[in-house]
């Protein structure tokens, strides 16, 4: 595979990561299934609906590349670093995330049901109309996300840091913030989703 190069609807199952960076590189509906990219670094590269299922992305670095609308099951993502990316509209269902980096990056409408992301650094993130249903984000650092619109039934958020961060008042009934630190507002605007009247 070459750089500045188009690929779609292969089946890239065997391909893997190599020594040498992947560099603005265009996917379209390629299966990576069960592909071996440990290691793989991406710079400026665009997965669109690729399939990464039982893929390992374990210890990789991916640097402004797009991940849109992409079936990320079962994959090995520990170790991985992700800046300045978009994971738009994916899914990550079932994943070994932990730990991992996520900086300056749009997560919007991605599918991260009953993820484990304790103790994370999520702060900044584009979270918006994220599925975060029975997600463990205990002692996250959620300072400054965007969670407008955010699925978060059962949420853990114990212990976790939210000021700063944009959270529905339905989020903040549905989900588990025991512990949790607010801000001012957020305080607030929880207490109104609760029902109480705050003078």
């Not at 690729?50 to 099951?73: K, M, V």
């Not at 670093?81 to 991605?110: E, H, K, Q």
């Amino acid at each position: 595979m070459d750089d500045d190069a188009e690929y779609t609807d292969l089946d890239l199952s065997d391909v893997r990561a190599g020594e040498e960076p992947w560099r603005r590189r265009r996917f379209v509906r390629c299966r990576f299934t069960e592909a071996d990219l440990r290691g793989l670094v991406t710079e400026s590269c665009s997965f669109a609906e690729c399939d990464f299922t039982d893929a390992d992305l374990g210890e990789s670095t991916h640097r402004g590349t797009a991940f849109r609308t992409c079936t990320i099951h079962r994959a090995t993502l520990q170790g991985s670093a992700f800046r300045g990316c978009s994971l738009l509209g994916s899914s990550l269902m079932d994943c070994r995330l932990r730990p991992i980096t996520l900086t300056d990056c749009d997560l919007t409408l991605v599918a991260l049901g009953r993820a484990d992301l304790r103790k994370t650094d999520l702060s900044g993130l584009r979270l918006r109309e994220a599925n975060l249903v029975e997600s463990d984000l205990r002692e996250a650092d959620l300072q400054g996300a965007d969670l407008t619109g955010a699925r978060l039934l059962h949420t853990r958020l114990e212990g976790a840091d939210l000021r700063g961060a944009r959270i529905d008042p339905d989020g903040l009934v549905q989900a588990r913030l025991t512990g949790a630190t607010i801000d001012v507002e957020q305080a607030i605007a929880f207490a109104a989703a609760n029902g109480l009247r705050v003078t």
